[in-house]
């Protein structure tokens, strides 16, 4: 009789991958997967701890994972699978950072395969004997130059062709953008950036007043969202943010009128109003006001500026 497997979503405890296995006719068979069990088991159920991806000498993770990957990454590797699927790259960075740097060097099949788990911040992969759910819910960094050069769009510097500009952001679709909270443009390093003498920054805030804010922050949200499944700003749904962003009038308009200019799509103006509560939040203030809009907005502007959508 062929056996039936069950898995379950796996899960991260205490910083190990794991998953858990149920077998439909009361028999042991670790064949179909290739792990560690971790020394505990009830009944018909065991927890497998995933061979190679957890440091043996310091097993507890106690600090957050920041996964910096190469963009000659494969597919597989970013989300996992094989054979007997294993977690990927996104699933190690489950509650931490995933660094993507010189985002449009990375082949558009292998961002594209990012939507989903930015969105249901999790992933499955299906095989002919089960299928499998990782965690994934992580934050997503990335950097990139706006030509192959590096240096569009000063004219005067940049070597490339329009053609080779366009294809180079075409790598960048608008549903992955549309899934980006905020896109800064960073200016060029002069040498006054560098001088650590210099007088003009005084009165500017330190990285432990920015700590101390971001904290407050954090503990706004966690008693705003007391006794729901809710954690931070972050993952608010559509009917969320309608109850917990209240816009006054004034600020209904301006959300109008940049949904219209912008060309705002469903996703980036629920992303807007998300980020415009957090930044109410540092700014101490109950209600999402203008200026904490005009903010929020303001970070979506590199979408017109680079990719004209």
Request: glycine letters at 8%; aromatic letters at 8%.
């Amino acid at each position: 009789m062929r056996q039936k497997l069950q898995w379950q979503e796996a899960q991260s405890v205490n910083g190990w991958i794991t998953g858990i296995r149920k077998n439909d006719d009361r028999k042991e068979d670790r064949n179909h997967f290739t792990g560690t069990v971790m020394g505990r088991k009830s009944g018909n159920y065991e927890d497998l701890q995933c061979i190679g991806l957890v440091d043996q000498e310091y097993p507890l993770i106690t600090q957050r994972p920041f996964r910096n990957i190469h963009h000659t990454i494969t597919r597989t590797a970013l989300t996992g699978g094989g054979r007997i699927p294993m977690p990927g790259e996104i699933s190690m960075a489950h509650g931490g950072v995933l660094f993507l740097d010189e985002l449009a060097e990375f082949p558009r099949n292998v961002l594209e395969v990012l939507r989903q788990p930015l969105e249901e911040h999790q992933i499955h992969i299906a095989r002919n004997y089960g299928n499998f759910t990782f965690p994934a819910e992580f934050m997503l960094v990335a950097a990139m130059n706006p030509c192959p050069c590096g240096n569009y769009p000063d004219v005067q510097k940049c070597s490339c062709t329009p053609g080779q500009i366009q294809k180079y952001l075409g790598k960048i679709s608008q549903p992955f953008l549309d899934r980006m909270d905020i896109c800064i443009e960073t200016p060029k390093v002069v040498y006054r950036d560098l001088d650590g003498e210099r007088k003009d920054l005084e009165g500017e805030e330190t990285s432990e007043t920015i700590r101390r804010r971001v904290t407050d922050a954090r503990n706004i949200q966690r008693e705003r969202y007391k006794g729901t499944d809710i954690r931070t700003n972050a993952v608010l749904g559509p009917q969320e943010i309608g109850h917990y962003v209240e816009l006054g009038e004034r600020e209904r308009k301006m959300m109008e009128l940049a949904f219209e200019r912008i060309g705002l799509t469903a996703r980036t103006y629920h992303k807007i109003l998300r980020v415009a509560r957090t930044i109410a939040d540092l700014d101490y203030s109950e209600k999402v006001k203008e200026k904490h809009l005009k903010e929020a907005i303001a970070y979506r502007s590199l979408d017109k500026k680079y990719w004209g959508r």
